[in-house]
């Protein structure tokens, strides 16, 4: 999994790629995710129109992160999914509910607004 990031105003925009599993880059992703907070970033949109597969544990991730976010006062938008992870989010129980999906990345952080 790649990931990029960059500042759209006091939004933490993280763009994904590739594969989203269970290996050490998951790892890296949730260390960065803990140091913005500890920073006082805690606005964060995930562009995920590059990844190419997600599973389970993926999603699990996910989850932990929002969570997480949450409970500083923050919160985390996903923008832009690929038809696979747009797949799994919709058929996996709610979770299409509880994730605040929105078609482009602009549009997440235009919610935060």
Known sequence: MTVKERVRGNVVVMSLGGDVMNDN?????????????????TKIVLNMKNVSLINSVGIGKLIAAKKSIREVGG????????????LLIAV??????????SETTAAAIAKFN
């Open 92 to 101: 996996t129980s709610g979770l299409g509910a509880w994730f605040d999906i």
């Open 25 to 41: 880059s998951l790892d890296q992703f949730m260390g960065r995710l803990d140091a913005l907070k500890e920073g006082g970033q």
């Open 75 to 86: 919160d985390m938008k996903l923008a832009q999914l690929s038809d696979r992870a747009d």
